[in-house]
């Protein structure tokens, strides 16, 4: 059973500011919150789950304080339209400092819709891409549809968060690729194994304080008569060509 209190301060952590101030976020459903107890990079702090989620998991459970829920308090303390069984509170993870040099990375310049960030990150895991850096004004990594787009792959991708044109400049004699409508066939390139790979806003593009940074311009060619892919879309068929 979960008190009130312990329900009022999980539905806080949907807001940023209440996560901040605790250094948590929430994770909801069994796949997630399944990769993240089995990820030496999460530590999951409290539980609160349906009795036979905790039966079918218990081995999972050794280090966690869990806590059985009937439906009706997992439907009060889920972020969810679709209460699904778990809910986890976790500890946010460490920003440690991280180098550019002889690594494929991602860029994102203001990707504000949760969704796309989340799938973003979930596609750099596919592809092998461990770290993303991020304008400031990118979705919040630990935002709930964030967290529950990566599907586990938050705890395996490194994402940070940098004013972009000067930490790119900062960057000596890594090579900077810009997703553009025009610009060199990304299908006819060869893989890179180093660089910074620059996707940005669907609706406004990259910034111009970015392009002037560029090494090249690289473009997906069109065939038909959509105006622009979507962002998440769009990384997935770069990281295909480039990796």
């Given at each position: 059973?979960?008190?009130?209190?312990?329900?009022?301060?999980?539905?806080?952590?949907g807001q940023k500011k209440h996560r901040d101030e605790e250094g948590v976020f929430i994770a909801e459903g069994p796949k997630l919150v399944t990769e993240l107890l089995k990820s030496k990079n999460a530590e999951v702090k409290n539980l609160y789950a349906l009795d036979d989620w905790l039966h079918d998991n218990e081995k999972l459970l050794t280090d966690v304080d869990?806590?059985?829920?009937?439906e009706a308090?997992?439907?009060?303390?889920?972020?969810?339209k679709t209460p699904n069984r778990v809910v986890a509170v976790v500890k946010k993870f460490e920003e440690k400092e991280s180098?550019?040099?002889?690594?494929?990375?991602?860029?994102?310049?203001?990707?504000?819709?949760p969704g796309n960030f989340g799938?973003?990150?979930?596609?750099?895991?596919?592809?092998?891409?461990?770290?993303?850096f991020c304008s400031h004004d990118c979705a919040d990594l630990y935002n709930p549809k964030v967290v529950q787009a990566t599907t586990g792959s938050i705890a395996r991708v490194k994402?940070?968060?940098?004013?972009?044109p000067s930490w790119v400049k900062q960057q000596n004699e890594i090579r900077v690729y810009v997703t553009m409508l025009e610009g060199?066939?990304?299908t006819r390139m060869t893989a890179i194994k180093e660089g910074l790979i620059i996707i940005g806003n669907e609706a406004n593009g990259i910034h111009d304080d970015l392009l002037q940074l560029a090494n090249e311009r690289i473009t997906i060619p069109r065939k038909g008569e959509a105006e622009s892919l979507n962002a998440g879309v769009a990384t997935g068929i770069v990281l295909a060509?480039?990796?």
């Open positions: 059973m979960i008190s009130k209190s312990q329900s009022k301060y999980i539905q806080s952590l869990a806590i059985a829920i009937n308090e997992l439907e009060k303390i889920s972020q969810l180098t550019t040099k002889g690594k494929l990375s991602l860029v994102l310049d203001t990707i504000q819709d799938t973003i990150i979930r596609t750099a895991d596919w592809f092998g891409v461990q770290q993303i994402v940070f968060y940098a004013d972009l060199k066939d990304v060509c480039l990796v």
